[in-house]
């Protein structure tokens, strides 16, 4: 059975033809959530949006077996959510319900396929209630679960999360993360949140500079301060 994402000899350049990733080689199975951590600047967001097909580097990658090319590109993407840092950066309808509405509405989906998928979704990020809402009057808590069902929507296999904590209050904080223990979907989670990170995965990538330079389980990387601090965190 192929693995959920496969990366092989993956390289990444910016403008400036200096290479930014390097090599970057990985695996993970179906099911299995992975948390993705360095510092500032490591590489992480940059690579997440390569598993998506919105950053293009050389390298191959394979969801599921399906090389990530301009001919799958629309199929892996239904395969692939992503969701970003900043929730805003996902909602932009006058409503949830239009928002998380807008990824069946674009497959061309029938109405009422389209509306049990909203409802699903919502249901399983309990904001079911929120429909009718404006995005801009939620929470920030709230728009996180909101982006996220915005993902979910779709029905992906494969969740890419980036910094899914970031700016939430304590008790939001644990709702999130309750939340992401619960669904089903393989996750690649791009954190800072070392805490959140052994609470949720197994398994840690550690980026530096480009590079994976450790691929372990979480426990033993995150709890060893010296190889934490050599790389910036």
């Known amino acids: 059975m192929a693995a959920a994402i496969e990366v092989s000899n993956l390289v990444y350049t910016y403008s400036d033809d ?3 990733h390097q090599d970057v080689s990985f695996s993970i199975e179906d099911g299995e959530k992975v948390a993705l951590v360095g510092a500032n600047g ?8 390569q598993l998506n097909g919105i950053l293009q580097g050389k390298g191959a990658v394979r969801i599921q077996g399906l090389e990530l090319n301009q001919r799958n590109l629309n199929h892996i993407r239904a395969l692939v959510g992503l969701v970003f840092e900043i929730p805003d950066d996902q909602l932009f309808s006058p409503t949830v319900y239009e928002d998380v509405a807008f990824g069946p509405r674009y497959q061309n989906l029938p109405r009422h396929v389209v509306d049990q998928r909203v409802q699903q979704a919502l249901t399983q990020v309990h904001m079911e209630k929120y429909a009718r809402q404006a995005p801009q009057h939620l929470s920030q808590g709230e728009k996180k679960r909101v982006a996220i069902a915005t993902v979910l929507s779709m029905q992906p ?25 619960d669904l089903p979907q393989t996750m690649l989670i791009a954190t800072h949140d070392l805490e959140m990170a052994t609470m949720i995965t197994r398994r840690t990538l550690l980026m530096d500079g ?8 979480t426990t033993d990387i ?8 050599r790389h910036g965190l």
Do not use: C
């Not at 700016?167 to 904080?173: A, F, K, N, T």
């Open 210 to 217: 480009g590079k994976i330079v450790m691929d372990g389980n």
């Open 18 to 20: 200096m290479p930014f």
């Open 42 to 49: 490591a590489g992480k967001s940059t690579l997440l949006y």
């Open 157 to 181: 296999s494969i969740l890419l999360l980036d910094e899914p904590t970031n700016g939430l209050d304590r008790r939001s904080r644990r709702s999130l993360i309750t939340l992401l223990q």
């Open 222 to 229: 995150l709890t060893n301060e010296d190889l934490l601090l």
